[in-house]
C-alpha cells in the first residue's frame, strides 16, 4: 500500500463516498479487531476469576511509568508489581536498579508479551515474570510494592497489603487511589497520576480508625 493511501480512505469516508458495504466492512473489521484482542490477550486472564475482580488490560503510559519511578526514587532493594501486564513497570524497575524485579500476571499472552519485551531488551535472564493469583502471593518480605489495578480490587488488596508487608515498604498505585489510605505523595494529574502510601503510617491511621470506632458509643 502506497504513502496516500491512509489519507484516501479517511478522505472517503470523510465525504461519505464509501457507500453501505464500506461502513458495514469498517464495522466488521473493527469487531473482529476487538474480538481478536479480547480473546487473545484479555479473556485468558478472566477465566475462573470472580467478575468483581477482574481487572482490562490498559497499559501505563511512558508519562505514567515515569511518575512510578520518581515516587520510587532514592528507594532500593526489590520490586514486585501485581497485575504486571506486559511487564514495563519491571523492566523500568529493574533498569533502575531495582533487584529482583518480579511481575505477577494470570494472563498467559501478557505474560508472553512480558517475557518477549524483555528478552528483545536483552534483560530476560534479570527480571521475572510469574503466573500466579497476586491473592497467593507471600508479600511478607516484599518493600516496594506498585499496582494498577480496578478501584473494586484495591478495596480488597489494600487488607492483604496491612496484613503482610513490612513497616518500611512503600507502595505506588497508578490510575485509581486505594479507597481507605492516606497517600503521603501524589506525582502527577488526572489518569496520569500515581499515589505513593508508606505501610508504617497506614497501618498507624487504620488503628486509629479502629480506635475510634470501638469508642463510639452504641445507640
Same mark, same amino acid.
Given at each position: 500500500?502506497?504513502?496516500?493511501?491512509?489519507?484516501?480512505?479517511?478522505?472517503?469516508?470523510?465525504?461519505?463516498?464509501?457507500?453501505?458495504?464500506?461502513?458495514?466492512?469498517?464495522?466488521?473489521?473493527?469487531?473482529?479487531?476487538?474480538?481478536?484482542?479480547?480473546?487473545?490477550?484479555?479473556?485468558?486472564?478472566?477465566?475462573?476469576?470472580?467478575?468483581?475482580?477482574?481487572?482490562?488490560?490498559?497499559?501505563?503510559?511512558?508519562?505514567?511509568?515515569? #511518575?512510578?519511578?520518581?515516587?520510587? !526514587?532514592?528507594?532500593?532493594?526489590?520490586? &514486585? +508489581? /501485581?497485575?504486571?501486564?506486559?511487564?514495563?513497570? %519491571?523492566?523500568?524497575?529493574?533498569?533502575?536498579?531495582?533487584?529482583?524485579?518480579?511481575?505477577?500476571?494470570?494472563?498467559?499472552?501478557?505474560?508472553?508479551?512480558?517475557?518477549?519485551?524483555?528478552?528483545?531488551?536483552?534483560? #530476560?535472564?534479570?527480571?521475572?515474570? !510469574?503466573?500466579?493469583?497476586?491473592?497467593? &502471593? +507471600? /508479600?511478607?518480605?516484599?518493600?516496594?510494592?506498585? %499496582?494498577?489495578?480496578?478501584?473494586?480490587?484495591?478495596?480488597?488488596?489494600?487488607?492483604?497489603?496491612?496484613?503482610?508487608?513490612?513497616?518500611?515498604?512503600?507502595?505506588?498505585?497508578?490510575?485509581?487511589?486505594?479507597?481507605?489510605?492516606?497517600?503521603?505523595?501524589?506525582?502527577?494529574?488526572?489518569?496520569?497520576?500515581?499515589?505513593?502510601?508508606?505501610?508504617?503510617?497506614?497501618?498507624?491511621?487504620?488503628?486509629?480508625?479502629?480506635?475510634?470506632?470501638?469508642?463510639?458509643?452504641?445507640?
Amino acid at each position: 500500500m502506497d504513502d496516500d493511501a491512509p489519507d484516501e480512505a479517511f478522505k472517503e469516508l470523510h465525504t461519505g463516498d464509501i457507500g453501505g458495504w464500506g461502513v458495514a466492512q469498517i464495522a466488521a473489521g473493527t469487531g473482529l479487531a476487538v474480538y481478536v484482542i479480547w480473546t487473545g490477550f484479555v479473556q485468558p486472564g478472566f477465566r475462573k476469576v470472580p467478575l468483581r475482580l477482574q481487572v482490562p488490560y490498559i497499559p501505563a503510559s511512558r508519562v505514567q511509568v515515569d #511518575h512510578v519511578m520518581n515516587l520510587l !526514587r532514592g528507594r532500593k532493594g526489590g520490586l &514486585v +508489581d /501485581l497485575g504486571s501486564g506486559d511487564g514495563r513497570i %519491571v523492566l523500568e524497575a529493574h533498569q533502575q536498579g531495582f533487584t529482583p524485579a518480579v511481575g505477577y500476571e494470570l494472563n498467559p499472552w501478557l505474560l508472553r508479551l512480558a517475557r518477549f519485551k524483555a528478552w528483545r531488551a536483552g534483560h #530476560h535472564e534479570k527480571v521475572s515474570y !510469574r503466573r500466579e493469583d497476586l491473592w497467593k &502471593v +507471600d /508479600l511478607t518480605e516484599c518493600k516496594n510494592i506498585t %499496582v494498577f489495578l480496578a478501584p473494586s480490587v484495591l478495596s480488597l488488596l489494600q487488607k492483604k497489603l496491612e496484613a503482610e508487608l513490612p513497616e518500611d515498604a512503600l507502595v505506588i498505585a497508578g490510575r485509581f487511589p486505594f479507597p481507605d489510605w492516606t497517600p503521603y505523595r501524589v506525582e502527577g494529574e488526572g489518569v496520569h497520576r500515581a499515589w505513593a502510601y508508606n505501610m508504617q503510617a497506614q497501618r498507624q491511621n487504620s488503628l486509629k480508625k479502629n480506635d475510634s470506632h470501638e469508642k463510639q458509643p452504641q445507640q
